[in-house]
């Protein structure tokens, strides 16, 4: 084989594709990339078995052919090179590269053991702008459980419904949903995407709004189509959690707020929390007002926020880092909280009220925790 | 005791005085910023026995008195708050911190067990600017031993003789010499300073080349004067290597190369080095060009660089880590390095040769390492 591409283009190809290689593991292939120029184009793909990656480079292919390349070494070594042409040569699995006076020699392997991605029919299929899948992600993604056993909260539900398209992230202490729609009907599926799958594909995508991005589903995978890049993934299997059910919609008190001073003001009380301390930030909501306060082994924290309330008054108690996620996760000047009792969900949403949002509907749910009255 | 001071100042002040807070000990006092406002001035002070910090911050006195706090805390706190006016008030070993609409309320100590910084009688003196110091201190601190056992090898060498100052710093492998030429005359002095004192310095001075450094010493301290900070530092004993006895001025080759590339070229070289591997990069030098060769378990790297030769032909291998450190720590678009045999050190230095070169001159030594020749 033997290839010449512009440094750039392997750059940005090898960008992409690594985020398919695993970073701990005990089969050496999976953290190869394969070089694949045996049909007329430069392909570099990404395999960790349960995603997997494949881009299309610019280039030119003097002799076809494919080699299987650790991916942390071909990647150093490629950034270091000089801005210019590079020209990959293989001899059996001896691969030089060469750039300008530089010549590096390693060793490839055949790629026998390389596992290609699966093929993906293309039945069942959605177009998104670039812009609007990586906003749905990002939004969302931090609700998704952490906890590797614990199943389908592990992964986030898309949901599609004629025109409407839905994405869910929960984990057992919070629900966060983001909802679009879309010029045209796709029908009805559900399927529920690995939460790592996501976070990686959020980090390829461009974000552009004029890019579309396809994705196709079989039973058990997932196709992301966009730019010269195809990401495969298997699909969690079971059937979801019945969101709608959770969600309420009469409420006892709506409190409408500045986000990034109650923002400011929550970050501020963490600084109090220790990891281990659990200790939640108080929300004591009055007219006008709402105190803040949060006591915790280092010192205490007290701070009053002017809001516009209607409804009950109510004291609630949260774990501040979910508030916090939810209010960086919306980026309206003002939000509205829409709250039950102490001991029910709170809502921060758009979804519900007289106007229709602009761009993205967003409902994010959080759980109270009990707290002791202080003074 | 009752302060108002803007928060921007209050944040200087501390990450100032931050730099001598230890950051692992078992010694809570020492973890704590002294805040003083019992002379008049709002003083900032940290000392951990062997660095010491203090700092004027501006601000108001309502009240005299004192507090020691935890500096980690404090400084989380005090960095979160908005950009307006704090107040800081105490009552007993109670502070309470309010601006704007937050309070904070945590603990401080009467802080009778901590340490304030020692008297340095200002007799021996010398002023740099702040701009010459950084300097000297930046390049030439990367060859200080980082291990800790290693005595006078952890500390630079700060001599003094009548108008020129000249900073030493040596790990057995290499030295790294800057000089300066001052227009004032001071006597002759020399002492050690620890290398951890000058990183923590050279990261609080402004490098600004209009504002002075004042430095005075006793027989077992250091005092730093800039700016409203005083560093006083405990001097290493001892008495320091004869470098100049070390400092050849007669070789066998002279070779004149472009910096940037040959960092360049040795910084990809040490793609191909693990850790544990010590391969050395193996420079090849003729008339007109250096060839640069590595060979490792990972593979293997061959650059031709253009340079201008004097002298003999030869081959010599170097940790390629120390060449690049030297580069690096010289702007000049081309230097030239001084060879006298593959078994002899290397120097890359303009303090010999015809011209007398502006600003710093600097003197890097490194000694070779044997290799096997490949081909």
Redesign the interface.
Known sequence: MELRIQKADLVAGISTVSRAVPSKTTMSILECIMIDAVDGDIKLIANDMELGIETIIGGEIVTAGKIAVNAG?FS??IR???DNEVKIVTEGEKISITCE???????GRSGEDFSYLPVVEKNSEIKLSQYTLKEMITRTIFSVSSNESSGMMTGELLEVKENDVRMVALDGHRISIRKVTLDEAYGNFKVIISGKTLLEISRILSGDTTKVCSIYFTGRHILFEFDSTRVVSRLIEGTYYNIDSMLSNSYMATVKVNRQKML??I??AT??VREEDKKPIIVMIRDGSMELKINTS????????DIEKNGEDMDIGFNPKFVIDALRAVDDDEVTMYLVSPKAPCFIRNDIGEEKPEGQEYCYLILPINFVTVD
């Open positions: 070494i150093n070594i270091k090179l000089p006076n530089s010549e590096f020699h390693i060793l400011d003001c970050d501020r600084l109090l280092i010192g205490s924290m007290d701070e009053v926020i």
